[in-house]
């Protein structure tokens, strides 16, 4: 049973300043900050919050990270044949060794139907488990839903709040055994992360769907990684296990509600919940020493120059898997109106503004790929290029290479719009977007 512990940081009114969470080894940094601390005076204006949850760090010997219960489900369909399936092996043997005796591991294998070879069970012998791995043949067509779905029904067998739950699924094609599209699939991620299981997503080569993949991992709050190759799958099963091995809150709810006369426009990169002038946003992890960040616009009513105004209360909460207790952080964020017009640029929290400008492009980015899906392809290249001008000059006036780098991927993506470059650019572009809303670390 988990203890509450809860802790109120007092109202900072003097605009320009950062309200973060006490230091704790134990605890959850929470910082809110206004991208724009000051604001032009006698006017409505519409600014940017960023509120950033970064994890606490191990003790230096790990011993204090959560135990897990993770499900390995690996398309084995016959277009997994050759190096894919090597390889795909050699990552799920890797993940064993990584895995300690108060783990809980299993393995699902999928083609046209779903088996599974390790029945959820402690990490007790990780040789017959890898014995086991490595009997695994590729044929047969892909139940990708049908996989998904046992591995979270091994999950079950041991699911607890004080575990990390996740399903880890590998395909390399496309769903063609019962339901199969991006939609079904995302309804499955909503439905398991209220069970507190997240699902991440592995799509190897060029023939798999992304947006299915994309949607799985989003509505569950997993990753989700495009391996362009074996090696490449090798790195990102290595990246993921690091990521559920350091574990640090789950149970992860912020709540922000906008003072009087605040109006919520919208959460940039994730999916929230607004109702009138409050928003609330589900994580469902914080890993060790990472940083995660929300991103909401909000419009901000006009005030008189030299006045300060509230612009949101940010509460909150998480299972903090190191202690065993419900933890509870508050803080509030303001504004100061000038009527300096200079001023506001030579205000703003550059780090933050670059954070915002980041999720922004982003969905530029997404829009481009819309259109070149709907065929309008020269509509699509305007959008890349207006958008990597726009990230690169935004890099420059933030001092952020972040920006600079996107900005320059985006003028690329836009040189590869033909129908030859397009499959694999947009599986690029698809990753890239994840990565970016969900501050993926690989």
Sequence with gaps: MKLTKKIQLPALLAAGFIIASPASARQVKLEVAMAEPLILAGKKNTTFIKIGLTGFDFTKDGEDRAPVNVAIVLDKSGSMDGEKIIKAREAAKMAIRRLDENDIVSVILYDSTVRVIVPATKVSDKEAICAQIDRIAAKGSTALFAGVSKGAAEIRKFINKERVNRVLLLSDGQANIGPKSPGALGELGGSLIKEGISVSTIGLGSGYNEDLMFKLADRSDGNHAFAENGVDLVRIFDAEFGEILSV??????VKIECADGVRPVRVIGREAEISGASATVLLNQLYSGQEKYIVMEVEVPAGRAKTTRQVASVELSYANMATNTTDTLASTVAVRFTD????????????????????????????????RDAGKIDEARRVLLANGIRLQAEGERWGSNDLSFYGALNTSDAGKLDKKSWLLNRKQMRDTQYKNQKQRSY
């Design 340 to 371: 300096v017009k200079n001023e506001v640029a030579e205000n703003t929290n550059k780090k933050v503004m670059a954070s915002c400008m980041l999720q922004v492009g982003t969905m530029e980015n997404d829009r481009a790929l819309a259109l």
């Design 248 to 253: 640090v809150a789950q149970e992860v709810l």
